[in-house]
C-alpha cells in the first residue's frame, strides 16, 4: 500500500553520491528495509536498520533513520552504473512487510 | 541450496480461467508469502503462511486461494482470472515468523488478457 511513500525517479552521475528517501507511517516498526531490484529480478535485500538506531553503515551504503519524522534515507556513496535499479523501502508490520512504490534510480556514464 | 524458485516465469490467461502459481524454497523456511506488483505500487502483499497448514490473508486477497501442506512449497491458485490481475507475483520466505530478511523469487509475469 502507499503508506510508505517514494519518490519515483532519481538520475545520478557516475562517481556521485545518491540519496534515496522514504517516508513511513508505522511507528511500531521494528525494522526498516531496503531493497533492490534489477531488471526482470526479484528484490535483493540491501540492508536493513533496526528501529533504535539513528545512522548503519555498510560498505558504500549508509542508512539515516529519523524516527520522529518518520523518515528514512539511502545513501549510496560513489555511485555505479551497476546501481541503477529500483529501490524500494519497506517497513515491518509484524507478519507483512508494506513497501514503498520504488524509486527507480539512474546512472548517467 | 536453490533458494526460492517460482514456476512458470511467465502466463498468458484469458479471463475466467483457473492456473496455479508454484513457489519452492529448500531453506527450511516456516514463513512464505505472495507479493503482486503493480507499477508504481511497490509489492502488495496477498496472503502469508506461518508454516505448514497455516495460511493468513494480506492485503490484496481477492481472487486467490493459497495452502501451505509442505514446508517447501506455498501454490497460489487464481480461481477465475481477470483482467485486474495482470500483474507480476513473488513469492517469498523467511526463516521466522518475522519479516527479517525475506528471500525473493525471480517472479512470474501475468497476462490475463
Known amino acids: 500500500g502507499e503508506d510508505v511513500e517514494q519518490s519515483l525517479f532519481l538520475s545520478v552521475r557516475e562517481g556521485d553520491s545518491s540519496v534515496i528517501n522514504c517516508t513511513y507511517t508505522?511507528?511500531?516498526?521494528?525494522?526498516l528495509y531496503w531493497y533492490k531490484q534489477e531488471p526482470g529480478a526479484g528484490l535483493q535485500l540491501l540492508t536493513y536498520?533496526?528501529?533504535?538506531?539513528d545512522m548503519k553503515q555498510d560498505q558504500r551504503l549508509t542508512v539515516l533513520l529519523n524516527k520522529k519524522d518518520k523518515h528514512l534515507s539511502l545513501r549510496i556513496a560513489d555511485t555505479q552504473t551497476g546501481d541503477s535499479a529500483i529501490y524500494f523501502c519497506a517497513e515491518d508490520a509484524g507478519n507483512m512487510l508494506t513497501f514503498g512504490g520504488g524509486t527507480r534510480l539512474m546512472v548517467k556514464p | 541450496n536453490a533458494g526460492v524458485t517460482q514456476t512458470p516465469k511467465f502466463q498468458v490467461l484469458k479471463t475466467g480461467q483457473s492456473m496455479t502459481l508454484q513457489c519452492a524454497q529448500d531453506m527450511n523456511h516456516e514463513y512464505m508469502s505472495w507479493y503482486r506488483q503493480d507499477p508504481g505500487m511497490g509489492l502488495r502483499l496477498i496472503h502469508y503462511s506461518v508454516g505448514a497448514g497455516i495460511t493468513d490473508q494480506g492485503e490484496v486477497p481477492n481472487g486467490y486461494n493459497v495452502s501451505r501442506s509442505t514446508t517447501e512449497d506455498f501454490p497460489l491458485r487464481l480461481l477465475s482470472a481477470a483482467p485486474s490481475q495482470t500483474s507480476v507475483y513473488f513469492c517469498?520466505?523467511?526463516?521466522?515468523?518475522?519479516?527479517?530478511?525475506?528471500?525473493f523469487g525471480p517472479g512470474t509475469r501475468l497476462t490475463v488478457t
Open positions: 517469498a520466505s523467511s526463516y521466522s515468523q518475522g519479516t527479517y530478511e525475506q528471500y
Open positions: 536498520i533496526f528501529s533504535n538506531m
Open positions: 508505522d511507528s511500531s516498526s521494528t525494522y
